[in-house]
């Protein structure tokens, strides 16, 4: 059934007391004062020119800014030459959001020469020691790395077998350097944070020492996002929390990328559950099932959840769906066979949910600037902080 203007505004009131009833009832149940660090972490990713407004600052636990990267000589450099001014945009927001820890990400999808930087002592060493002038540099309270992937070949990436091992030496070389670093300017207590971007497939676990490496890390940002995308044989929840039973793909969902890390050794508390703020689309979808798991002629690409919610109005034509099962909205437009894969508030609230009962770390979210309303942004704070 397609969603009219007023379905939408009388949804959007209903989840608002809903989110305020359960925020008070969680506060309450935990004891929760507001000037005590939050229970769980809500990691935003910000890349680019992302506007990150004190009012977005005070929901979150950490900012990370996307991306650094590797040149071949194993320096590292910012591609936007803008990146300085806005880390130190988000630097400033520390002044008002006591809680917030900004972080610099290194790496992201396509960036090189991590093989090579983790290859040696020598070459770790000066890895680690960047870090800390990267650190010095911008005034940051850590560094995540997103290394994609290691062991595995990418978009032109170099990879070795000897990634494995390497990756865990390159983390505790950072880690070792992170904690002297702390020892040295009065930071012994609250430290300075090292957090990983990891995938959540069973390649990844195999070409990693999960079990040992996460000993060095603060926590694990886990990307459950993009299960389905370009060049997958169907259309499907690409951030889905649960398997639908119809999913030819049972392995590719939240709930079974945490099951893995949790098998493989990882404190609950260091797994922090990746949300998708975009949508992935697919057009020529076969006209059954409202276009869920079906084939398609070709991949529309990416959109932002802000630009999601306008094709809700009646003159897009699109038709809100939900899955009960994996617990995921979707979008069908049966003239067009157009179907959108997304987040919304109440998949959020399943997924929050789901990381109070299994006494995750929190969740993160790719990324700060398809929610420039902040709409997804107030599920997590009120369901989490």
Known sequence: MGMKKTHIVLIGLFAAVILVMLGCEFTRMAGFNAKEAPPYHIVGYASGSADVKVNDADRLTHIIYAFARIDESGAFYFPNPEAPAHIKRLVQLKSETPYLNVLVSIGGWGADYFSDAALTEDSRAAFAEQVEELITAHSLDGVDIDWEYPGQPGPGIAYREEDKANFTLLLKAVRDRLDKMGDSRGRRFSGYILTIAASDSKTYLEKTEMDTLHHFVDHINLMSYDFYTDGSET???????????????????????????????????????????????????????????????????????????????DEYGFERHWDEEAKAPYLWHPDSSIFISYEDPESLIYKSTFVREHELGGIMYWEHRHDQEGALLDVLHHMLK
């Open 235 to 313: 259309t499907g929840h690409h951030t889905g929390l649960n398997k639908s039973s119809a999913s030819i793909n049972a392995e590719r969902t939240a709930q079974a990328g945490i099951e893995r890390y949790l098998a493989a050794g990882v404190p609950p508390e260091k797994i922090v559950m990746g949300v998708a703020f975009y949508g992935r689309s697919w057009e020529g979808v076969v006209d059954e099932n409202n276009g869920l798991y079906q084939k398609y002629d070709s991949f529309r690409g990416a959109f932002g959840y802000g630009y999601i919610t306008e094709l809700l109005s």
